[in-house]
């Protein structure tokens, strides 16, 4: 095997665009199109744990509160 061969590494890319494809498919559906937590429009932030879109000021207040609280 030649050197290069063995210094290549695998390309993510194939993987990580069905993954984004996905995840944009799932933020157009009309229940996705609001925070989850206050009802303003365009969430930017998704929660994988509890599969819900937030607003950047709702992911902002989440993540100063402790797991156990924010859930």
Do not use: Q, Y
Request: charged letters at 25%; aromatic letters at 4%.
């Amino acid at each position: 095997m030649s050197e290069a061969m063995m210094n290549r590494r695998p390309s993510l890319k194939p993987n990580v665009s069905g993954k984004m494809k996905k995840l944009k498919d799932l933020s157009f559906k009309s229940d996705n199109r609001v925070c989850a937590d206050c009802g303003a429009p365009d969430p930017k932030w998704a929660s994988v744990t509890i599969g819900v879109f937030i607003c950047l000021r709702c992911s902002a207040a989440h993540r100063n509160l402790s797991s156990n609280i924010s859930k």
